[in-house]
Nanobody, 121 residues
Framework: QVQLVESGGGLVHPGGSLTLACAASGSISSIWNMGWYRQAPRKQRELVAAITNISDGSTKYADSVKDRFTISRDHARNTVYLQMNSLKPEDTAVYYC?????????????WGQGTQVTVSS
């Protein structure tokens, strides 16, 4: 089991910045990848950014956030961050942390509780 706790959401003006944090606990060693998803009202949940391989640090970003958002990981704190710059109103959504664990042939998907990000003037 892996537990994920997000923090850092809030209200920000367009062009502003926010940093989200996701602290992982539990079976940390089984985590294969971690990422951030978001879900806006009346829209499907979508991938924002991910560390697709925890071992080598490979990353992946949605086209809409490339060059504005940066995902990173603090190994010592078992925490993944999402640095969001040049925020736009369309970035408004609930942001969810995700972790995928792999043990043998079994994989599991874990989600945090979500944190609201609102970009508005």
């Amino acid at each position: 089991q892996v537990q994920l706790v997000e923090s850092g959401g809030g209200l920000v003006h367009p062009g502003g910045s926010l940093t989200l944090a996701c602290a992982a606990s539990g079976s940390i060693s089984s985590i294969w990848n971690m990422g951030w998803y978001r879900q806006a009202p009346r829209k499907q949940r979508e991938l924002v950014a991910a560390i697709t391989n925890i071992s080598d640090g490979s990353t992946k970003y949605a086209d809409s956030v490339k060059d504005r958002f940066t995902i990173s990981r603090d190994h010592a704190r078992n925490t993944v961050y999402l640095q969001m710059n040049s925020l736009k109103p369309e970035d408004t959504a609930v942001y969810y942390c995700n972790a995928v664990t792999v043990r043998g042939i079994t994989s599991n998907n874990y989600w945090g509780q979500g944190t609201q990000v609102t970009v508005s003037s």
